[in-house]
């Protein structure tokens, strides 16, 4: 599923036809659509419901609080965030912190960022721009970090196919003509998951294809509704102050209006022009699922980076470009965790000045492959990362030994993984995501935290109704709704998904890290885990029509809670 941003559903615009309808206008019955918002590099599920258009510019630091709502804290401020303000002012004032690298996996990330810039780790070893591999560690010009997706001519790979579309292309030739009858026992297993993907996919096509038609059909009448409804109400533009404010005797307007309003608010949208905004990108998101994703014979990596996928040996390939051709979700994820604190622009990120991040470039838009994730991994711990966030996920990982050889790689140099849980509403205690909380052999991996993500209120939306959970392979809950950090270009904005709940965690790992540079990794987990915030609130089920307590939905049944983790580091370190 690539990086981790939640996907609107199918029935998110099914009101678009009614209220197109009360509203008499042309068109009124085409089928409606959802919604799929993209947002760069998130595909194959990319979808923020909650996310504005980005601020232009930096915002004074006087509006971060009421903007960064995840800051706050359960006991003082009465909002479910991790209580980062409050642990500044309480307990952290007057300590120094220590150096930390943090390594975050992702699609790239805008390095000129003004809240950014000062942040990032620096090769020590490299002389920039040189085209010279000046610390031998293999990579030439790594300053920043490091790009898997690229090639040797400086091209990057932008989309690509799933994990599911290549197991299928791959198992269509290898295994046509045979059954499980007829394969050779060596080839069951890898038989096994060929029909398994075959399914998923032959599903996933039928969806996409459906969702496709709905989304293109939809973004006319849509378009048309909105001009119909500025023209009655007079006004220019159709945000909520006007749409509360629309003074009507017409009950079809009426019931348009209060659609309009419930479809920007389920959204996120600001006004009904980002609503048409949101659905014209997902036109071309449904697009490039269908061209790009599902394509069994598109391979743009063969062209481009000129490795051989199966080959999980080759570990020198890439190349130095962190931007990438879509830096959205890095340059977002990596100012929840460490954009600058004290500079009175935009945003404070969760870690305090010390803590650096490193870019490590492996996740395109559509699946990550498992070769990269081992890499990138292995180069953020060879080069001194002591925590490595991974916002991303899929449901196939055929070479899935290399990323848990990786894992325990990292664990034998004490660095910590924190991991998106997944944005498509499902038990993983019955569904795959991948990289898994469990080795092969069913032991849970120690240095590994998988992160679900909660809502801003303590109410039945508590879970993020996109979240994965499980009670098994989610450790536990951290703010990943509304959730606002950096953007490409110097500005900023709210994106949703547990790709924002994960560098929450992350930070808050940073965190204890710069404050008690003697915690190990296991350590790092244990604290996060033990002091969650635990909350026994009944909650709607992520999914389902069903109830549940929160506490049920992870290992721990908590939120991440940054004021409690310190005080117990505290504790440890006496």
């Known amino acids: 599923m690539t990086t981790t941003f939640p996907r609107v559903s199918l029935p998110l615009l099914l009101a678009v036809t009614l209220f197109s309808s009360c ?53 003082l401020d009465k909002v479910p965030g991790v209580g980062a303000t409050r642990t500044y002012a309480e307990l952290l004032k007057g300590r120094t912190p220590a150096p930390v690298v943090v390594a975050v996996i992702d699609s790239g990330i805008d390095t000129a ?4 810039k000062a942040v990032l780790w620096t090769n020590p070893k490299e002389i920039p721009g040189n085209g010279i591999d000046d610390d031998k560690n293999g990579y030439v010009d790594d300053v920043h970090g490091w790009n898997f997706l690229g090639g040797p001519d400086g091209r990057n790979v932008n989309a690509e196919t799933l994990e599911m579309t290549r197991i299928v292309a791959a198992g269509r030739t290898r295994f046509k003509g045979k059954t499980a009858a007829t394969v050779k026992p060596t080839e069951k297993a890898d038989y096994a998951l060929y029909q398994k993907a075959e399914k998923a996919y032959k599903a996933r096509l039928a969806e996409e294809t459906e969702r496709n038609q709905q989304v293109e059909s939809m973004a006319g009448p849509l378009t048309q509704m909105v001009a119909a409804m500025k023209q009655a109400l007079g006004t220019e533009k159709l945000d909520t102050t006007a749409l509360k404010n629309a003074n009507t005797d017409d009950p079809n307007l009426k019931r348009a209006t209060a659609g309009m ?10 006004d009904a022009d980002d609503l048409i ?18 394509n069994l014979k598109f391979n743009p990596r063969a062209d481009i980076v000129k490795d051989n996928p199966n080959d999980l040996t080759q570990r020198y390939y890439g190349n130095n470009d962190l931007h990438g051709p879509d830096p959205m979700h890095g340059t977002h994820v990596s100012g929840i965790i460490a954009a600058v604190r004290d500079n009175n622009l935009g945003v404070q990120g969760l870690a305090p000045a010390p803590v650096r991040i490193m870019t490590v470039r492996a996740v395109p838009d559509g699946d990550e492959r498992d070769k990269d994730i081992a890499n990138a991994i292995r180069y953020a711990v060879d080069n001194g990362a002591s925590i490595i966030n991974m916002s991303f996920g899929k449901e196939f990982s055929p070479q899935r030994p290399a990323v848990e050889a990786a894992f325990k790689y990292a664990a034998s140099k004490n660095v910590l993984l924190v991991h998106a849980a997944g944005n498509e509403n499902n038990n993983l205690d019955v569904s795959d995501n991948y990289p898994a909380s469990f080795y092969l052999n069913k032991a849970p991996v120690p240095n590994l935290l998988t992160v679900g993500a909660s809502g801003p209120k303590d109410n039945a939306n508590l879970a993020a109704d996109f979240s994965n959970y499980s009670k098994k ?18 500005t900023y904005g709210n994106e949703s998904g547990t790709s924002m709940a994960s560098p929450v965690t992350a930070g808050v790992a940073a965190v204890l890290k710069a404050y008690f540079p003697k915690l190990t990794a296991a350590d790092l987990k244990r604290i996060i885990m033990q002091s969650a915030q635990v909350h026994h609130t009944q909650v709607d089920v992520p999914g389902t029509e069903k109830k549940a307590d929160f506490s049920t939905l992870s290992v721990t049944g908590g939120v991440v809670d940054m004021y409690e983790a310190v005080k117990l580091a505290q504790k440890a370190a006496l």
């Open 261 to 270: 309003l419930e479809m920007m608010r389920q959204t996120g949208a600001s």
């Open 113 to 116: 960022h003004v809240d950014l």
């Open 277 to 294: 905004k949101q659905l014209n990108e997902g036109v071309k998101q449904e697009r490039s699922m269908l061209d790009n994703s599902l």
């Open 23 to 75: 509203a008499r206008r042309p068109l009124a019955t085409t089928p409606a659509a959802s919604a799929a918002v993209s947002v760069p590099v998130a595909a194959p599920v990319p979808v923020a419901p909650e996310t504005p258009a980005p601020v232009a510019k930096p915002n004074p630091q006087a509006d971060q609080s009421a903007a960064q709502w995840y800051l706050k804290d359960p006991e």
């Open 473 to 490: 392979a989610v450790d536990v809950f951290a703010p990943g709704v509304g959730i606002f950090s950096t953007l490409p270009g110097s």
